[in-house]
């Protein structure tokens, strides 16, 4: 989705420079869709990608081809950047990701670029210093002084790399003590958010709306979803003693999923169909379900209003919660059996968010977090800010292509 964004943006510059992508996860659908041309093989692997948060979906990789799709893919690109050459073209290689398309492109032999995605000095400090971490282990993730270790930091001062954007200021700054030329563009993740409908948030004349992110993998995002039904079920229970008045859930389900076994979760735990509902979103084909004062609404088309209606988030997903926390608003995480959204990535998301982002061991415990939320204004202020400062402002890709035109093209 990042790529994508930059890509966009790369394709507004007046001129447009000729793209090609290699995804080196997944088969590219979203390059195809822009009808930008993919570059050697691609192929779908069992992880998904999620390798490093467990040892056995890198034997399963392994199982399904990655060492001979890897090795294909390194060829591909050292063939494009041959036959740029050949051509006389300027040319060079944007990485977006982690360590794996950064040594793509060193090893290229052209000029590149990285979006580091992956990494945030968030994940080990905040402004006020080193986080204090439970595992020994942990204390390596910034040996050297910063969670980009001294091999990644190598490949991003060499002479070839034009321009190193990471994800936030702070880890901006911590490059910058290296010849590293890391520049504060900002995080293209919150890009392309604009909403098509617009409430205040908290606002006493609306319902209470609280967004629902299950995931968009499956089958990993169906079981999240019976998990984050036991959630709303406590839920609404509490809000019963409470005597709150009608609540809308929102949920955001990605194209991927079905929306009819999603369904059918709902009809067995009460909720029926009901196509009056207090809230409009811009989905015609949405399902309204409706349970005493409570509604919820299953849409696959209206993801930005998810993100700018929902007052808060019951959430088991990765780059849709930090979307949401990027709004300035809080989420609530429930670490689930994964591959993706599991306890340890739960936990390293918690330390990259801060305050946005509160950890809960049961969907139970749910209520209780919401109903101090509801009562501390002054800790929404807070987490407001700190979303804003972890995430950054719109327009990234836009600056990212403007950086990238003027170093790469000219």
């Known amino acids: 989705m990042i790529a994508v964004r930059i890509l966009q943006a790369?394709?507004?510059?007046?001129?447009?420079?000729?793209?090609?992508?290699?995804?080196?996860?997944?088969?590219g659908l979203a390059y195809q869709q822009l009808n930008v041309p993919l570059i050697g093989s691609v192929r779908t692997m069992p992880s998904g990608g999620f390798i490093y948060m467990d040892g056995r979906q890198l034997v399963r990789d392994v199982r399904g081809g990655l060492l001979q799709l890897t090795s294909k893919q390194i060829q591909a690109v050292c063939c494009w950047v041959g036959s740029q050459k050949k051509l006389g073209n300027k040319?060079?290689?944007?990485?977006?990701?982690?360590?794996?398309?950064?040594?793509?492109?060193?090893?290229?032999g052209a000029k590149y670029a990285f979006v580091g995605t992956a990494k945030s000095e968030y994940y080990v400090r905040d402004e006020l210093g080193i986080l204090p971490r439970k595992s020994k282990a942990a204390r390596w993730e910034n040996f050297?002084?910063?969670?980009?270790?001294p091999w990644e930091r190598w490949l991003m001062s060499r002479r070839r790399c034009l321009a190193v954007f990471p994800?936030?200021?702070l880890t901006t700054e911590i490059l910058k003590k290296w010849p590293i030329p890391a520049v504060n563009a900002g995080n293209p993740m919150m890009d392309g958010l604009e909403p098509t409908a617009s409430y205040q948030q908290f606002d006493s004349d609306r319902p209470l709306i609280i967004t629902l992110l299950p995931g968009s993998r499956p089958p990993e995002a169906y079981s999240n979803w019976e998990i984050i039904m036991v959630a709303v079920s406590a839920l609404m229970a509490s809000f019963r003693d409470s005597h709150l008045g009608t609540v809308v859930f929102l949920g955001a389900i990605a194209p991927s999923l079905d929306c009819h076994i999603l369904s059918q979760t709902l009809k067995i735990q009460g909720w029926r169909p009901d196509p009056q509902c207090p809230l409009t979103i811009s989905d015609p084909h949405s399902l309204t379900f409706k349970q005493k004062n409570a509604y919820i609404i299953l849409t696959q088309q209206a993801y930005n209003d998810c993100l700018h209606l929902g007052d808060l988030v019951i959430a088991m997903a990765g780059t849709a919660t930090e979307q949401f926390v990027g709004l300035g608003k809080p989420a609530i995480a429930i670490p689930g059996p994964g591959p993706q959204y599991n306890p340890a990535f739960a936990e390293a998301q918690s330390r990259l968010l801060g305050p946005s982002l509160i950890l809960v061991d049961?969907?139970?415990k749910v209520a209780e977090v919401v109903q101090h939320l509801l009562k501390n204004p002054d800790y929404l202020q807070i987490i407001a800010e700190n979303?804003?400062?972890?995430?950054?402002?719109?327009?990234a890709a836009a600056r990212i292509a403007q950086c990238l035109q003027v170093r790469f093209l000219k």
């Open 10 to 27: 790369l394709q507004q510059l007046s001129p447009p420079p000729d793209i090609f992508a290699l995804p080196l996860v997944g088969e």
């Open 91 to 108: 040319h060079g290689i944007l990485a977006v990701g982690d360590i794996v398309p950064l040594v793509f492109a060193a090893i290229s």
């Open 144 to 149: 050297s002084g910063s969670v980009y270790h």
């Open 167 to 169: 994800r936030d200021s």
């Open 362 to 364: 049961r969907p139970v």
């Open 387 to 395: 979303g804003v400062q972890r995430m950054g402002v719109p327009g």
